[in-house]
Structure formats: C-alpha cells, structure tokens
C-alpha cells in the first residue's frame, strides 16, 4: 500500500515508549525508561500508585506480586485475596524489592509472560519513584537538547480513595512542583476512570492553578461503549483532550489484509478536538493481529489508513523508525 500522507503530518505523529522500553527491558524501571528515550520516544510513560506512606511510585499494578519478588522478601504480607498491595507497603519497603520481568504465578515457579524478553530474576532493577523519574527525563531533555514529554496514568483512582489516598491530587502537585502548568507542557494526565477524569478537570487542577492534557483511557465496549457516537464522544470531550481506546476499538480484530474494518473512533475524536493514542503495539508472539503482515504494517494501518495521533508501544524504536522511514519517501 503506498503512503499518501505528507512528511509533515508524519511528523506530527508521535510515540509512546509504554511503560518503557518495556519489550526490551523490565516495566518501568528507570533503565526501561532511559533506553526509550535514547530510541526517540516523544513521550514515556508512567503509571502511578501510592505507598502506604504517600509516596508515588511508578508500577502499573496496585499490587506487587507480578514484577517483584515481595512474596520472598515479605512473606505473610499478603491481603487476603493473597496479593500484595503496594498500598501497605512504606517506601522504604519497597526500596527493598527487585524489579523482574512481569510473570504469572504458578504454583512452584514464575512464568514470564512474554518468555522472549528480558530474563527473569536476571540482574538487579528497582522501583522509582514519580519524582525520580520526572528528574531522569528532565535532566535527559537538558543534557540532550531534546523536549521529551511525560505520559502518567492514574491508577485505580477509586481504590486509592476507598483506602483515604487521594492520588489525582498528590500526582498533580507533583507535576506542579517540576514545572508541568500548561496545556503547552509536554505531558498527557491519564485516566481509565470517567468520573476521576472529570474531578481532575472541574476540581484539582483548577485548586492547583494549572491547567494540563488529559486523556481518557478506554478499555471494553461494555464499560465504555456509550462514548462511542457523536453525544457521547462530545460529552467526553468536555474535560478531556485526548482519547486513549484499546486498539481493537479502532481497527476490529476481525478485519482480514483485504478488509480493514475501521471504526468511527478516531473521526469522532478529531471531530471534538480530542487526539486519539491507542494501545498496545507489541512484535512478541501473537502480538501482531492477522490483518497485519508485520509490525510496521500495523503501524501504517493505524498511523495512516485509521488516522490515529500516536501509538502506545513497548518497543518505540520500532516506531521511531517507521515514522522515520515514512518521512524520508515521501519528501
């Protein structure tokens, strides 16, 4: 299929580094975080949970279980639904913990979920702090001359409030406190929750004085499918800038080379003045639907056929790349 996009609106296209470089490199640790910057990633991502303690830690779980070893380390710590809950855990303690590749829980073992990756339990990672992270990435744009921006989810914003956290407001003084004010600062506030968007939108960045992007996350049809038409999509639009589906909403998993079923998502989105950032873009097994001969095809059906604004990826090099390449034929 030839490119019929302009260089220039590639490159208003933009890359996500989620979680990282995490295909290459444990989740969220600062060195997952680092290599993506080095590959050219506009964006990275952090997803932000609270400490016993009130600390902000990056991890996307609220639990602990699947990318560290608290279950040998503290042993008895668990609820009784027998995860480990970051939320009872001091800072301290989990300075502790090493970082692993994500697992599944077997009975005598841990199982990766993507056994290409990284090796598990192999050399020595940490959890980092929100602060820590916002420091590499600035300190990064400094020294390289670059204006990387920074992508933070709230996680689980309902059960951070039932547990007395409420996280909306200690991420947002954060991001404050390194300067993030504006809408014109490079950094997208996330959130899966409609009604945690709207508290950010109407009550604490107004009581905070800044004004920032947010995006409203999206995952299944069944929880979300009201946004999905004109009413809906403008109702969404009123408190956030940008639209973040799961991309089987976008392009559906049905559709065949010959027969891309694209929805009216994206349409909607521009249409309301939202930017549309799907996830997750992945090349491990499995990973690339059928529709797609390969990674980058998939990329050029999103990017170019469905219109989307950037992409949420666990290998952004890839990205980059691809956007690169576009660039230079169709100068």
């Given at each position: 299929m030839?490119?019929?996009?302009?260089?220039q609106?590639?490159?208003?296209?933009i890359?996500?580094?989620?979680?990282?470089?995490?295909?290459?490199?444990?989740e969220?640790?600062?060195?997952?975080?680092?290599?993506?910057?080095?590959?050219?990633?506009?964006?990275?991502?952090?997803?932000v949970?609270?400490?016993?303690?009130?600390a902000?830690?990056?991890?996307?779980?609220?639990?602990?279980?699947?990318?560290?070893?608290?279950?040998?380390?503290?042993?008895?710590?668990?609820?009784?639904?027998?995860?480990?809950?970051?939320?009872?855990?001091?800072?301290?303690?989990?300075?502790?913990?090493?970082?692993?590749?994500?697992?599944r829980?077997r009975a005598?073992?841990?199982?990766?979920?993507y056994?290409?990756?990284?090796?598990?339990?192999?050399?020595?990672?940490?959890?980092?702090?929100?602060?820590?992270?916002?420091?590499?990435?600035?300190?990064?744009?400094?020294?390289t001359?670059r204006?990387?921006?920074?992508?933070?989810?709230?996680?689980?914003?309902?059960?951070?409030?039932?547990?007395?956290?409420?996280?909306?407001?200690?991420?947002?003084?954060?991001?404050?406190?390194?300067?993030?004010?504006?809408?014109?600062?490079?950094?997208?506030?996330?959130?899966?929750s409609?009604?945690?968007?709207?508290?950010?939108?109407?009550?604490?960045?107004?009581?905070?004085?800044?004004?920032?992007?947010?995006?409203?996350?999206?995952?299944?049809?069944?929880?979300?499918?009201?946004?999905?038409?004109?009413?809906?999509?403008?109702?969404?639009?009123?408190?956030?800038?940008?639209?973040?589906?799961?991309?089987?909403?976008?392009?559906?998993?049905?559709?065949t080379?010959?027969n891309?079923?694209?929805?009216?998502?994206?349409?909607?989105?521009?249409a309301?003045?939202?930017?549309?950032?799907?996830?997750?873009?992945?090349?491990?097994?499995?990973?690339?639907?059928?529709?797609?001969?390969?990674f980058?095809?998939?990329?050029?059906?999103?990017?170019?056929?469905?219109?989307?604004?950037?992409?949420?990826?666990?290998?952004?090099?890839?990205?980059?790349?691809?956007?690169?390449?576009?660039?230079?034929?169709?100068?």
């Amino acid at each position: 299929m030839a490119f019929s996009l302009s260089s220039q609106v590639a490159a208003q296209k933009i890359v996500v580094a989620h979680r990282g470089a995490s295909g290459y490199l444990p989740e969220h640790t600062l060195e997952a975080k680092a290599m993506a910057y080095a590959m050219g990633a506009d964006y990275v991502e952090q997803d932000v949970v609270m400490t016993q303690d009130d600390a902000l830690i990056v991890i996307h779980d609220i639990t602990l279980d699947r990318t560290t070893d608290v279950a040998s380390r503290f042993p008895g710590r668990a609820r009784t639904d027998g995860h480990f809950y970051a939320i009872d855990f001091t800072l301290a303690e989990i300075r502790q913990l090493r970082v692993n590749e994500g697992v599944r829980a077997r009975a005598n073992s841990r199982e990766a979920v993507y056994p290409s990756r990284f090796p598990v339990d192999a050399s020595a990672f940490r959890i980092n702090t929100l602060a820590e992270e916002i420091e590499m990435v600035q300190g990064l744009n400094r020294s390289t001359g670059r204006d990387v921006g920074i992508y933070p989810e709230i996680k689980s914003p309902e059960f951070h409030r039932a547990e007395g956290k409420d996280l909306s407001t200690a991420v947002i003084a954060t991001l404050k406190q390194y300067g993030y004010t504006s809408k014109q600062d490079k950094v997208f506030v996330q959130t899966f929750s409609y009604e945690e968007l709207k508290i950010l939108h109407d009550e604490i960045l107004p009581a905070a004085g800044v004004s920032l992007n947010l995006v409203q996350l999206v995952g299944s049809e069944a929880e979300y499918g009201w946004m999905f038409n004109a009413e809906g999509m403008a109702t969404v639009a009123r408190y956030a800038d940008g639209f973040g589906p799961d991309k089987s909403l976008i392009i559906d998993e049905e559709s065949t080379p010959d027969n891309l079923m694209i929805s009216d998502l994206v349409e909607l989105a521009h249409a309301n003045g939202m930017q549309v950032h799907p996830y997750t873009f992945r090349l491990d097994a499995g990973q690339v639907p059928h529709y797609a001969e390969n990674f980058e095809e998939m990329l050029e059906q999103f990017y170019f056929d469905a219109g989307v604004d950037g992409v949420f990826t666990d290998f952004p090099d890839r990205a980059v790349n691809f956007l690169r390449a576009h660039s230079r034929t169709t100068r």
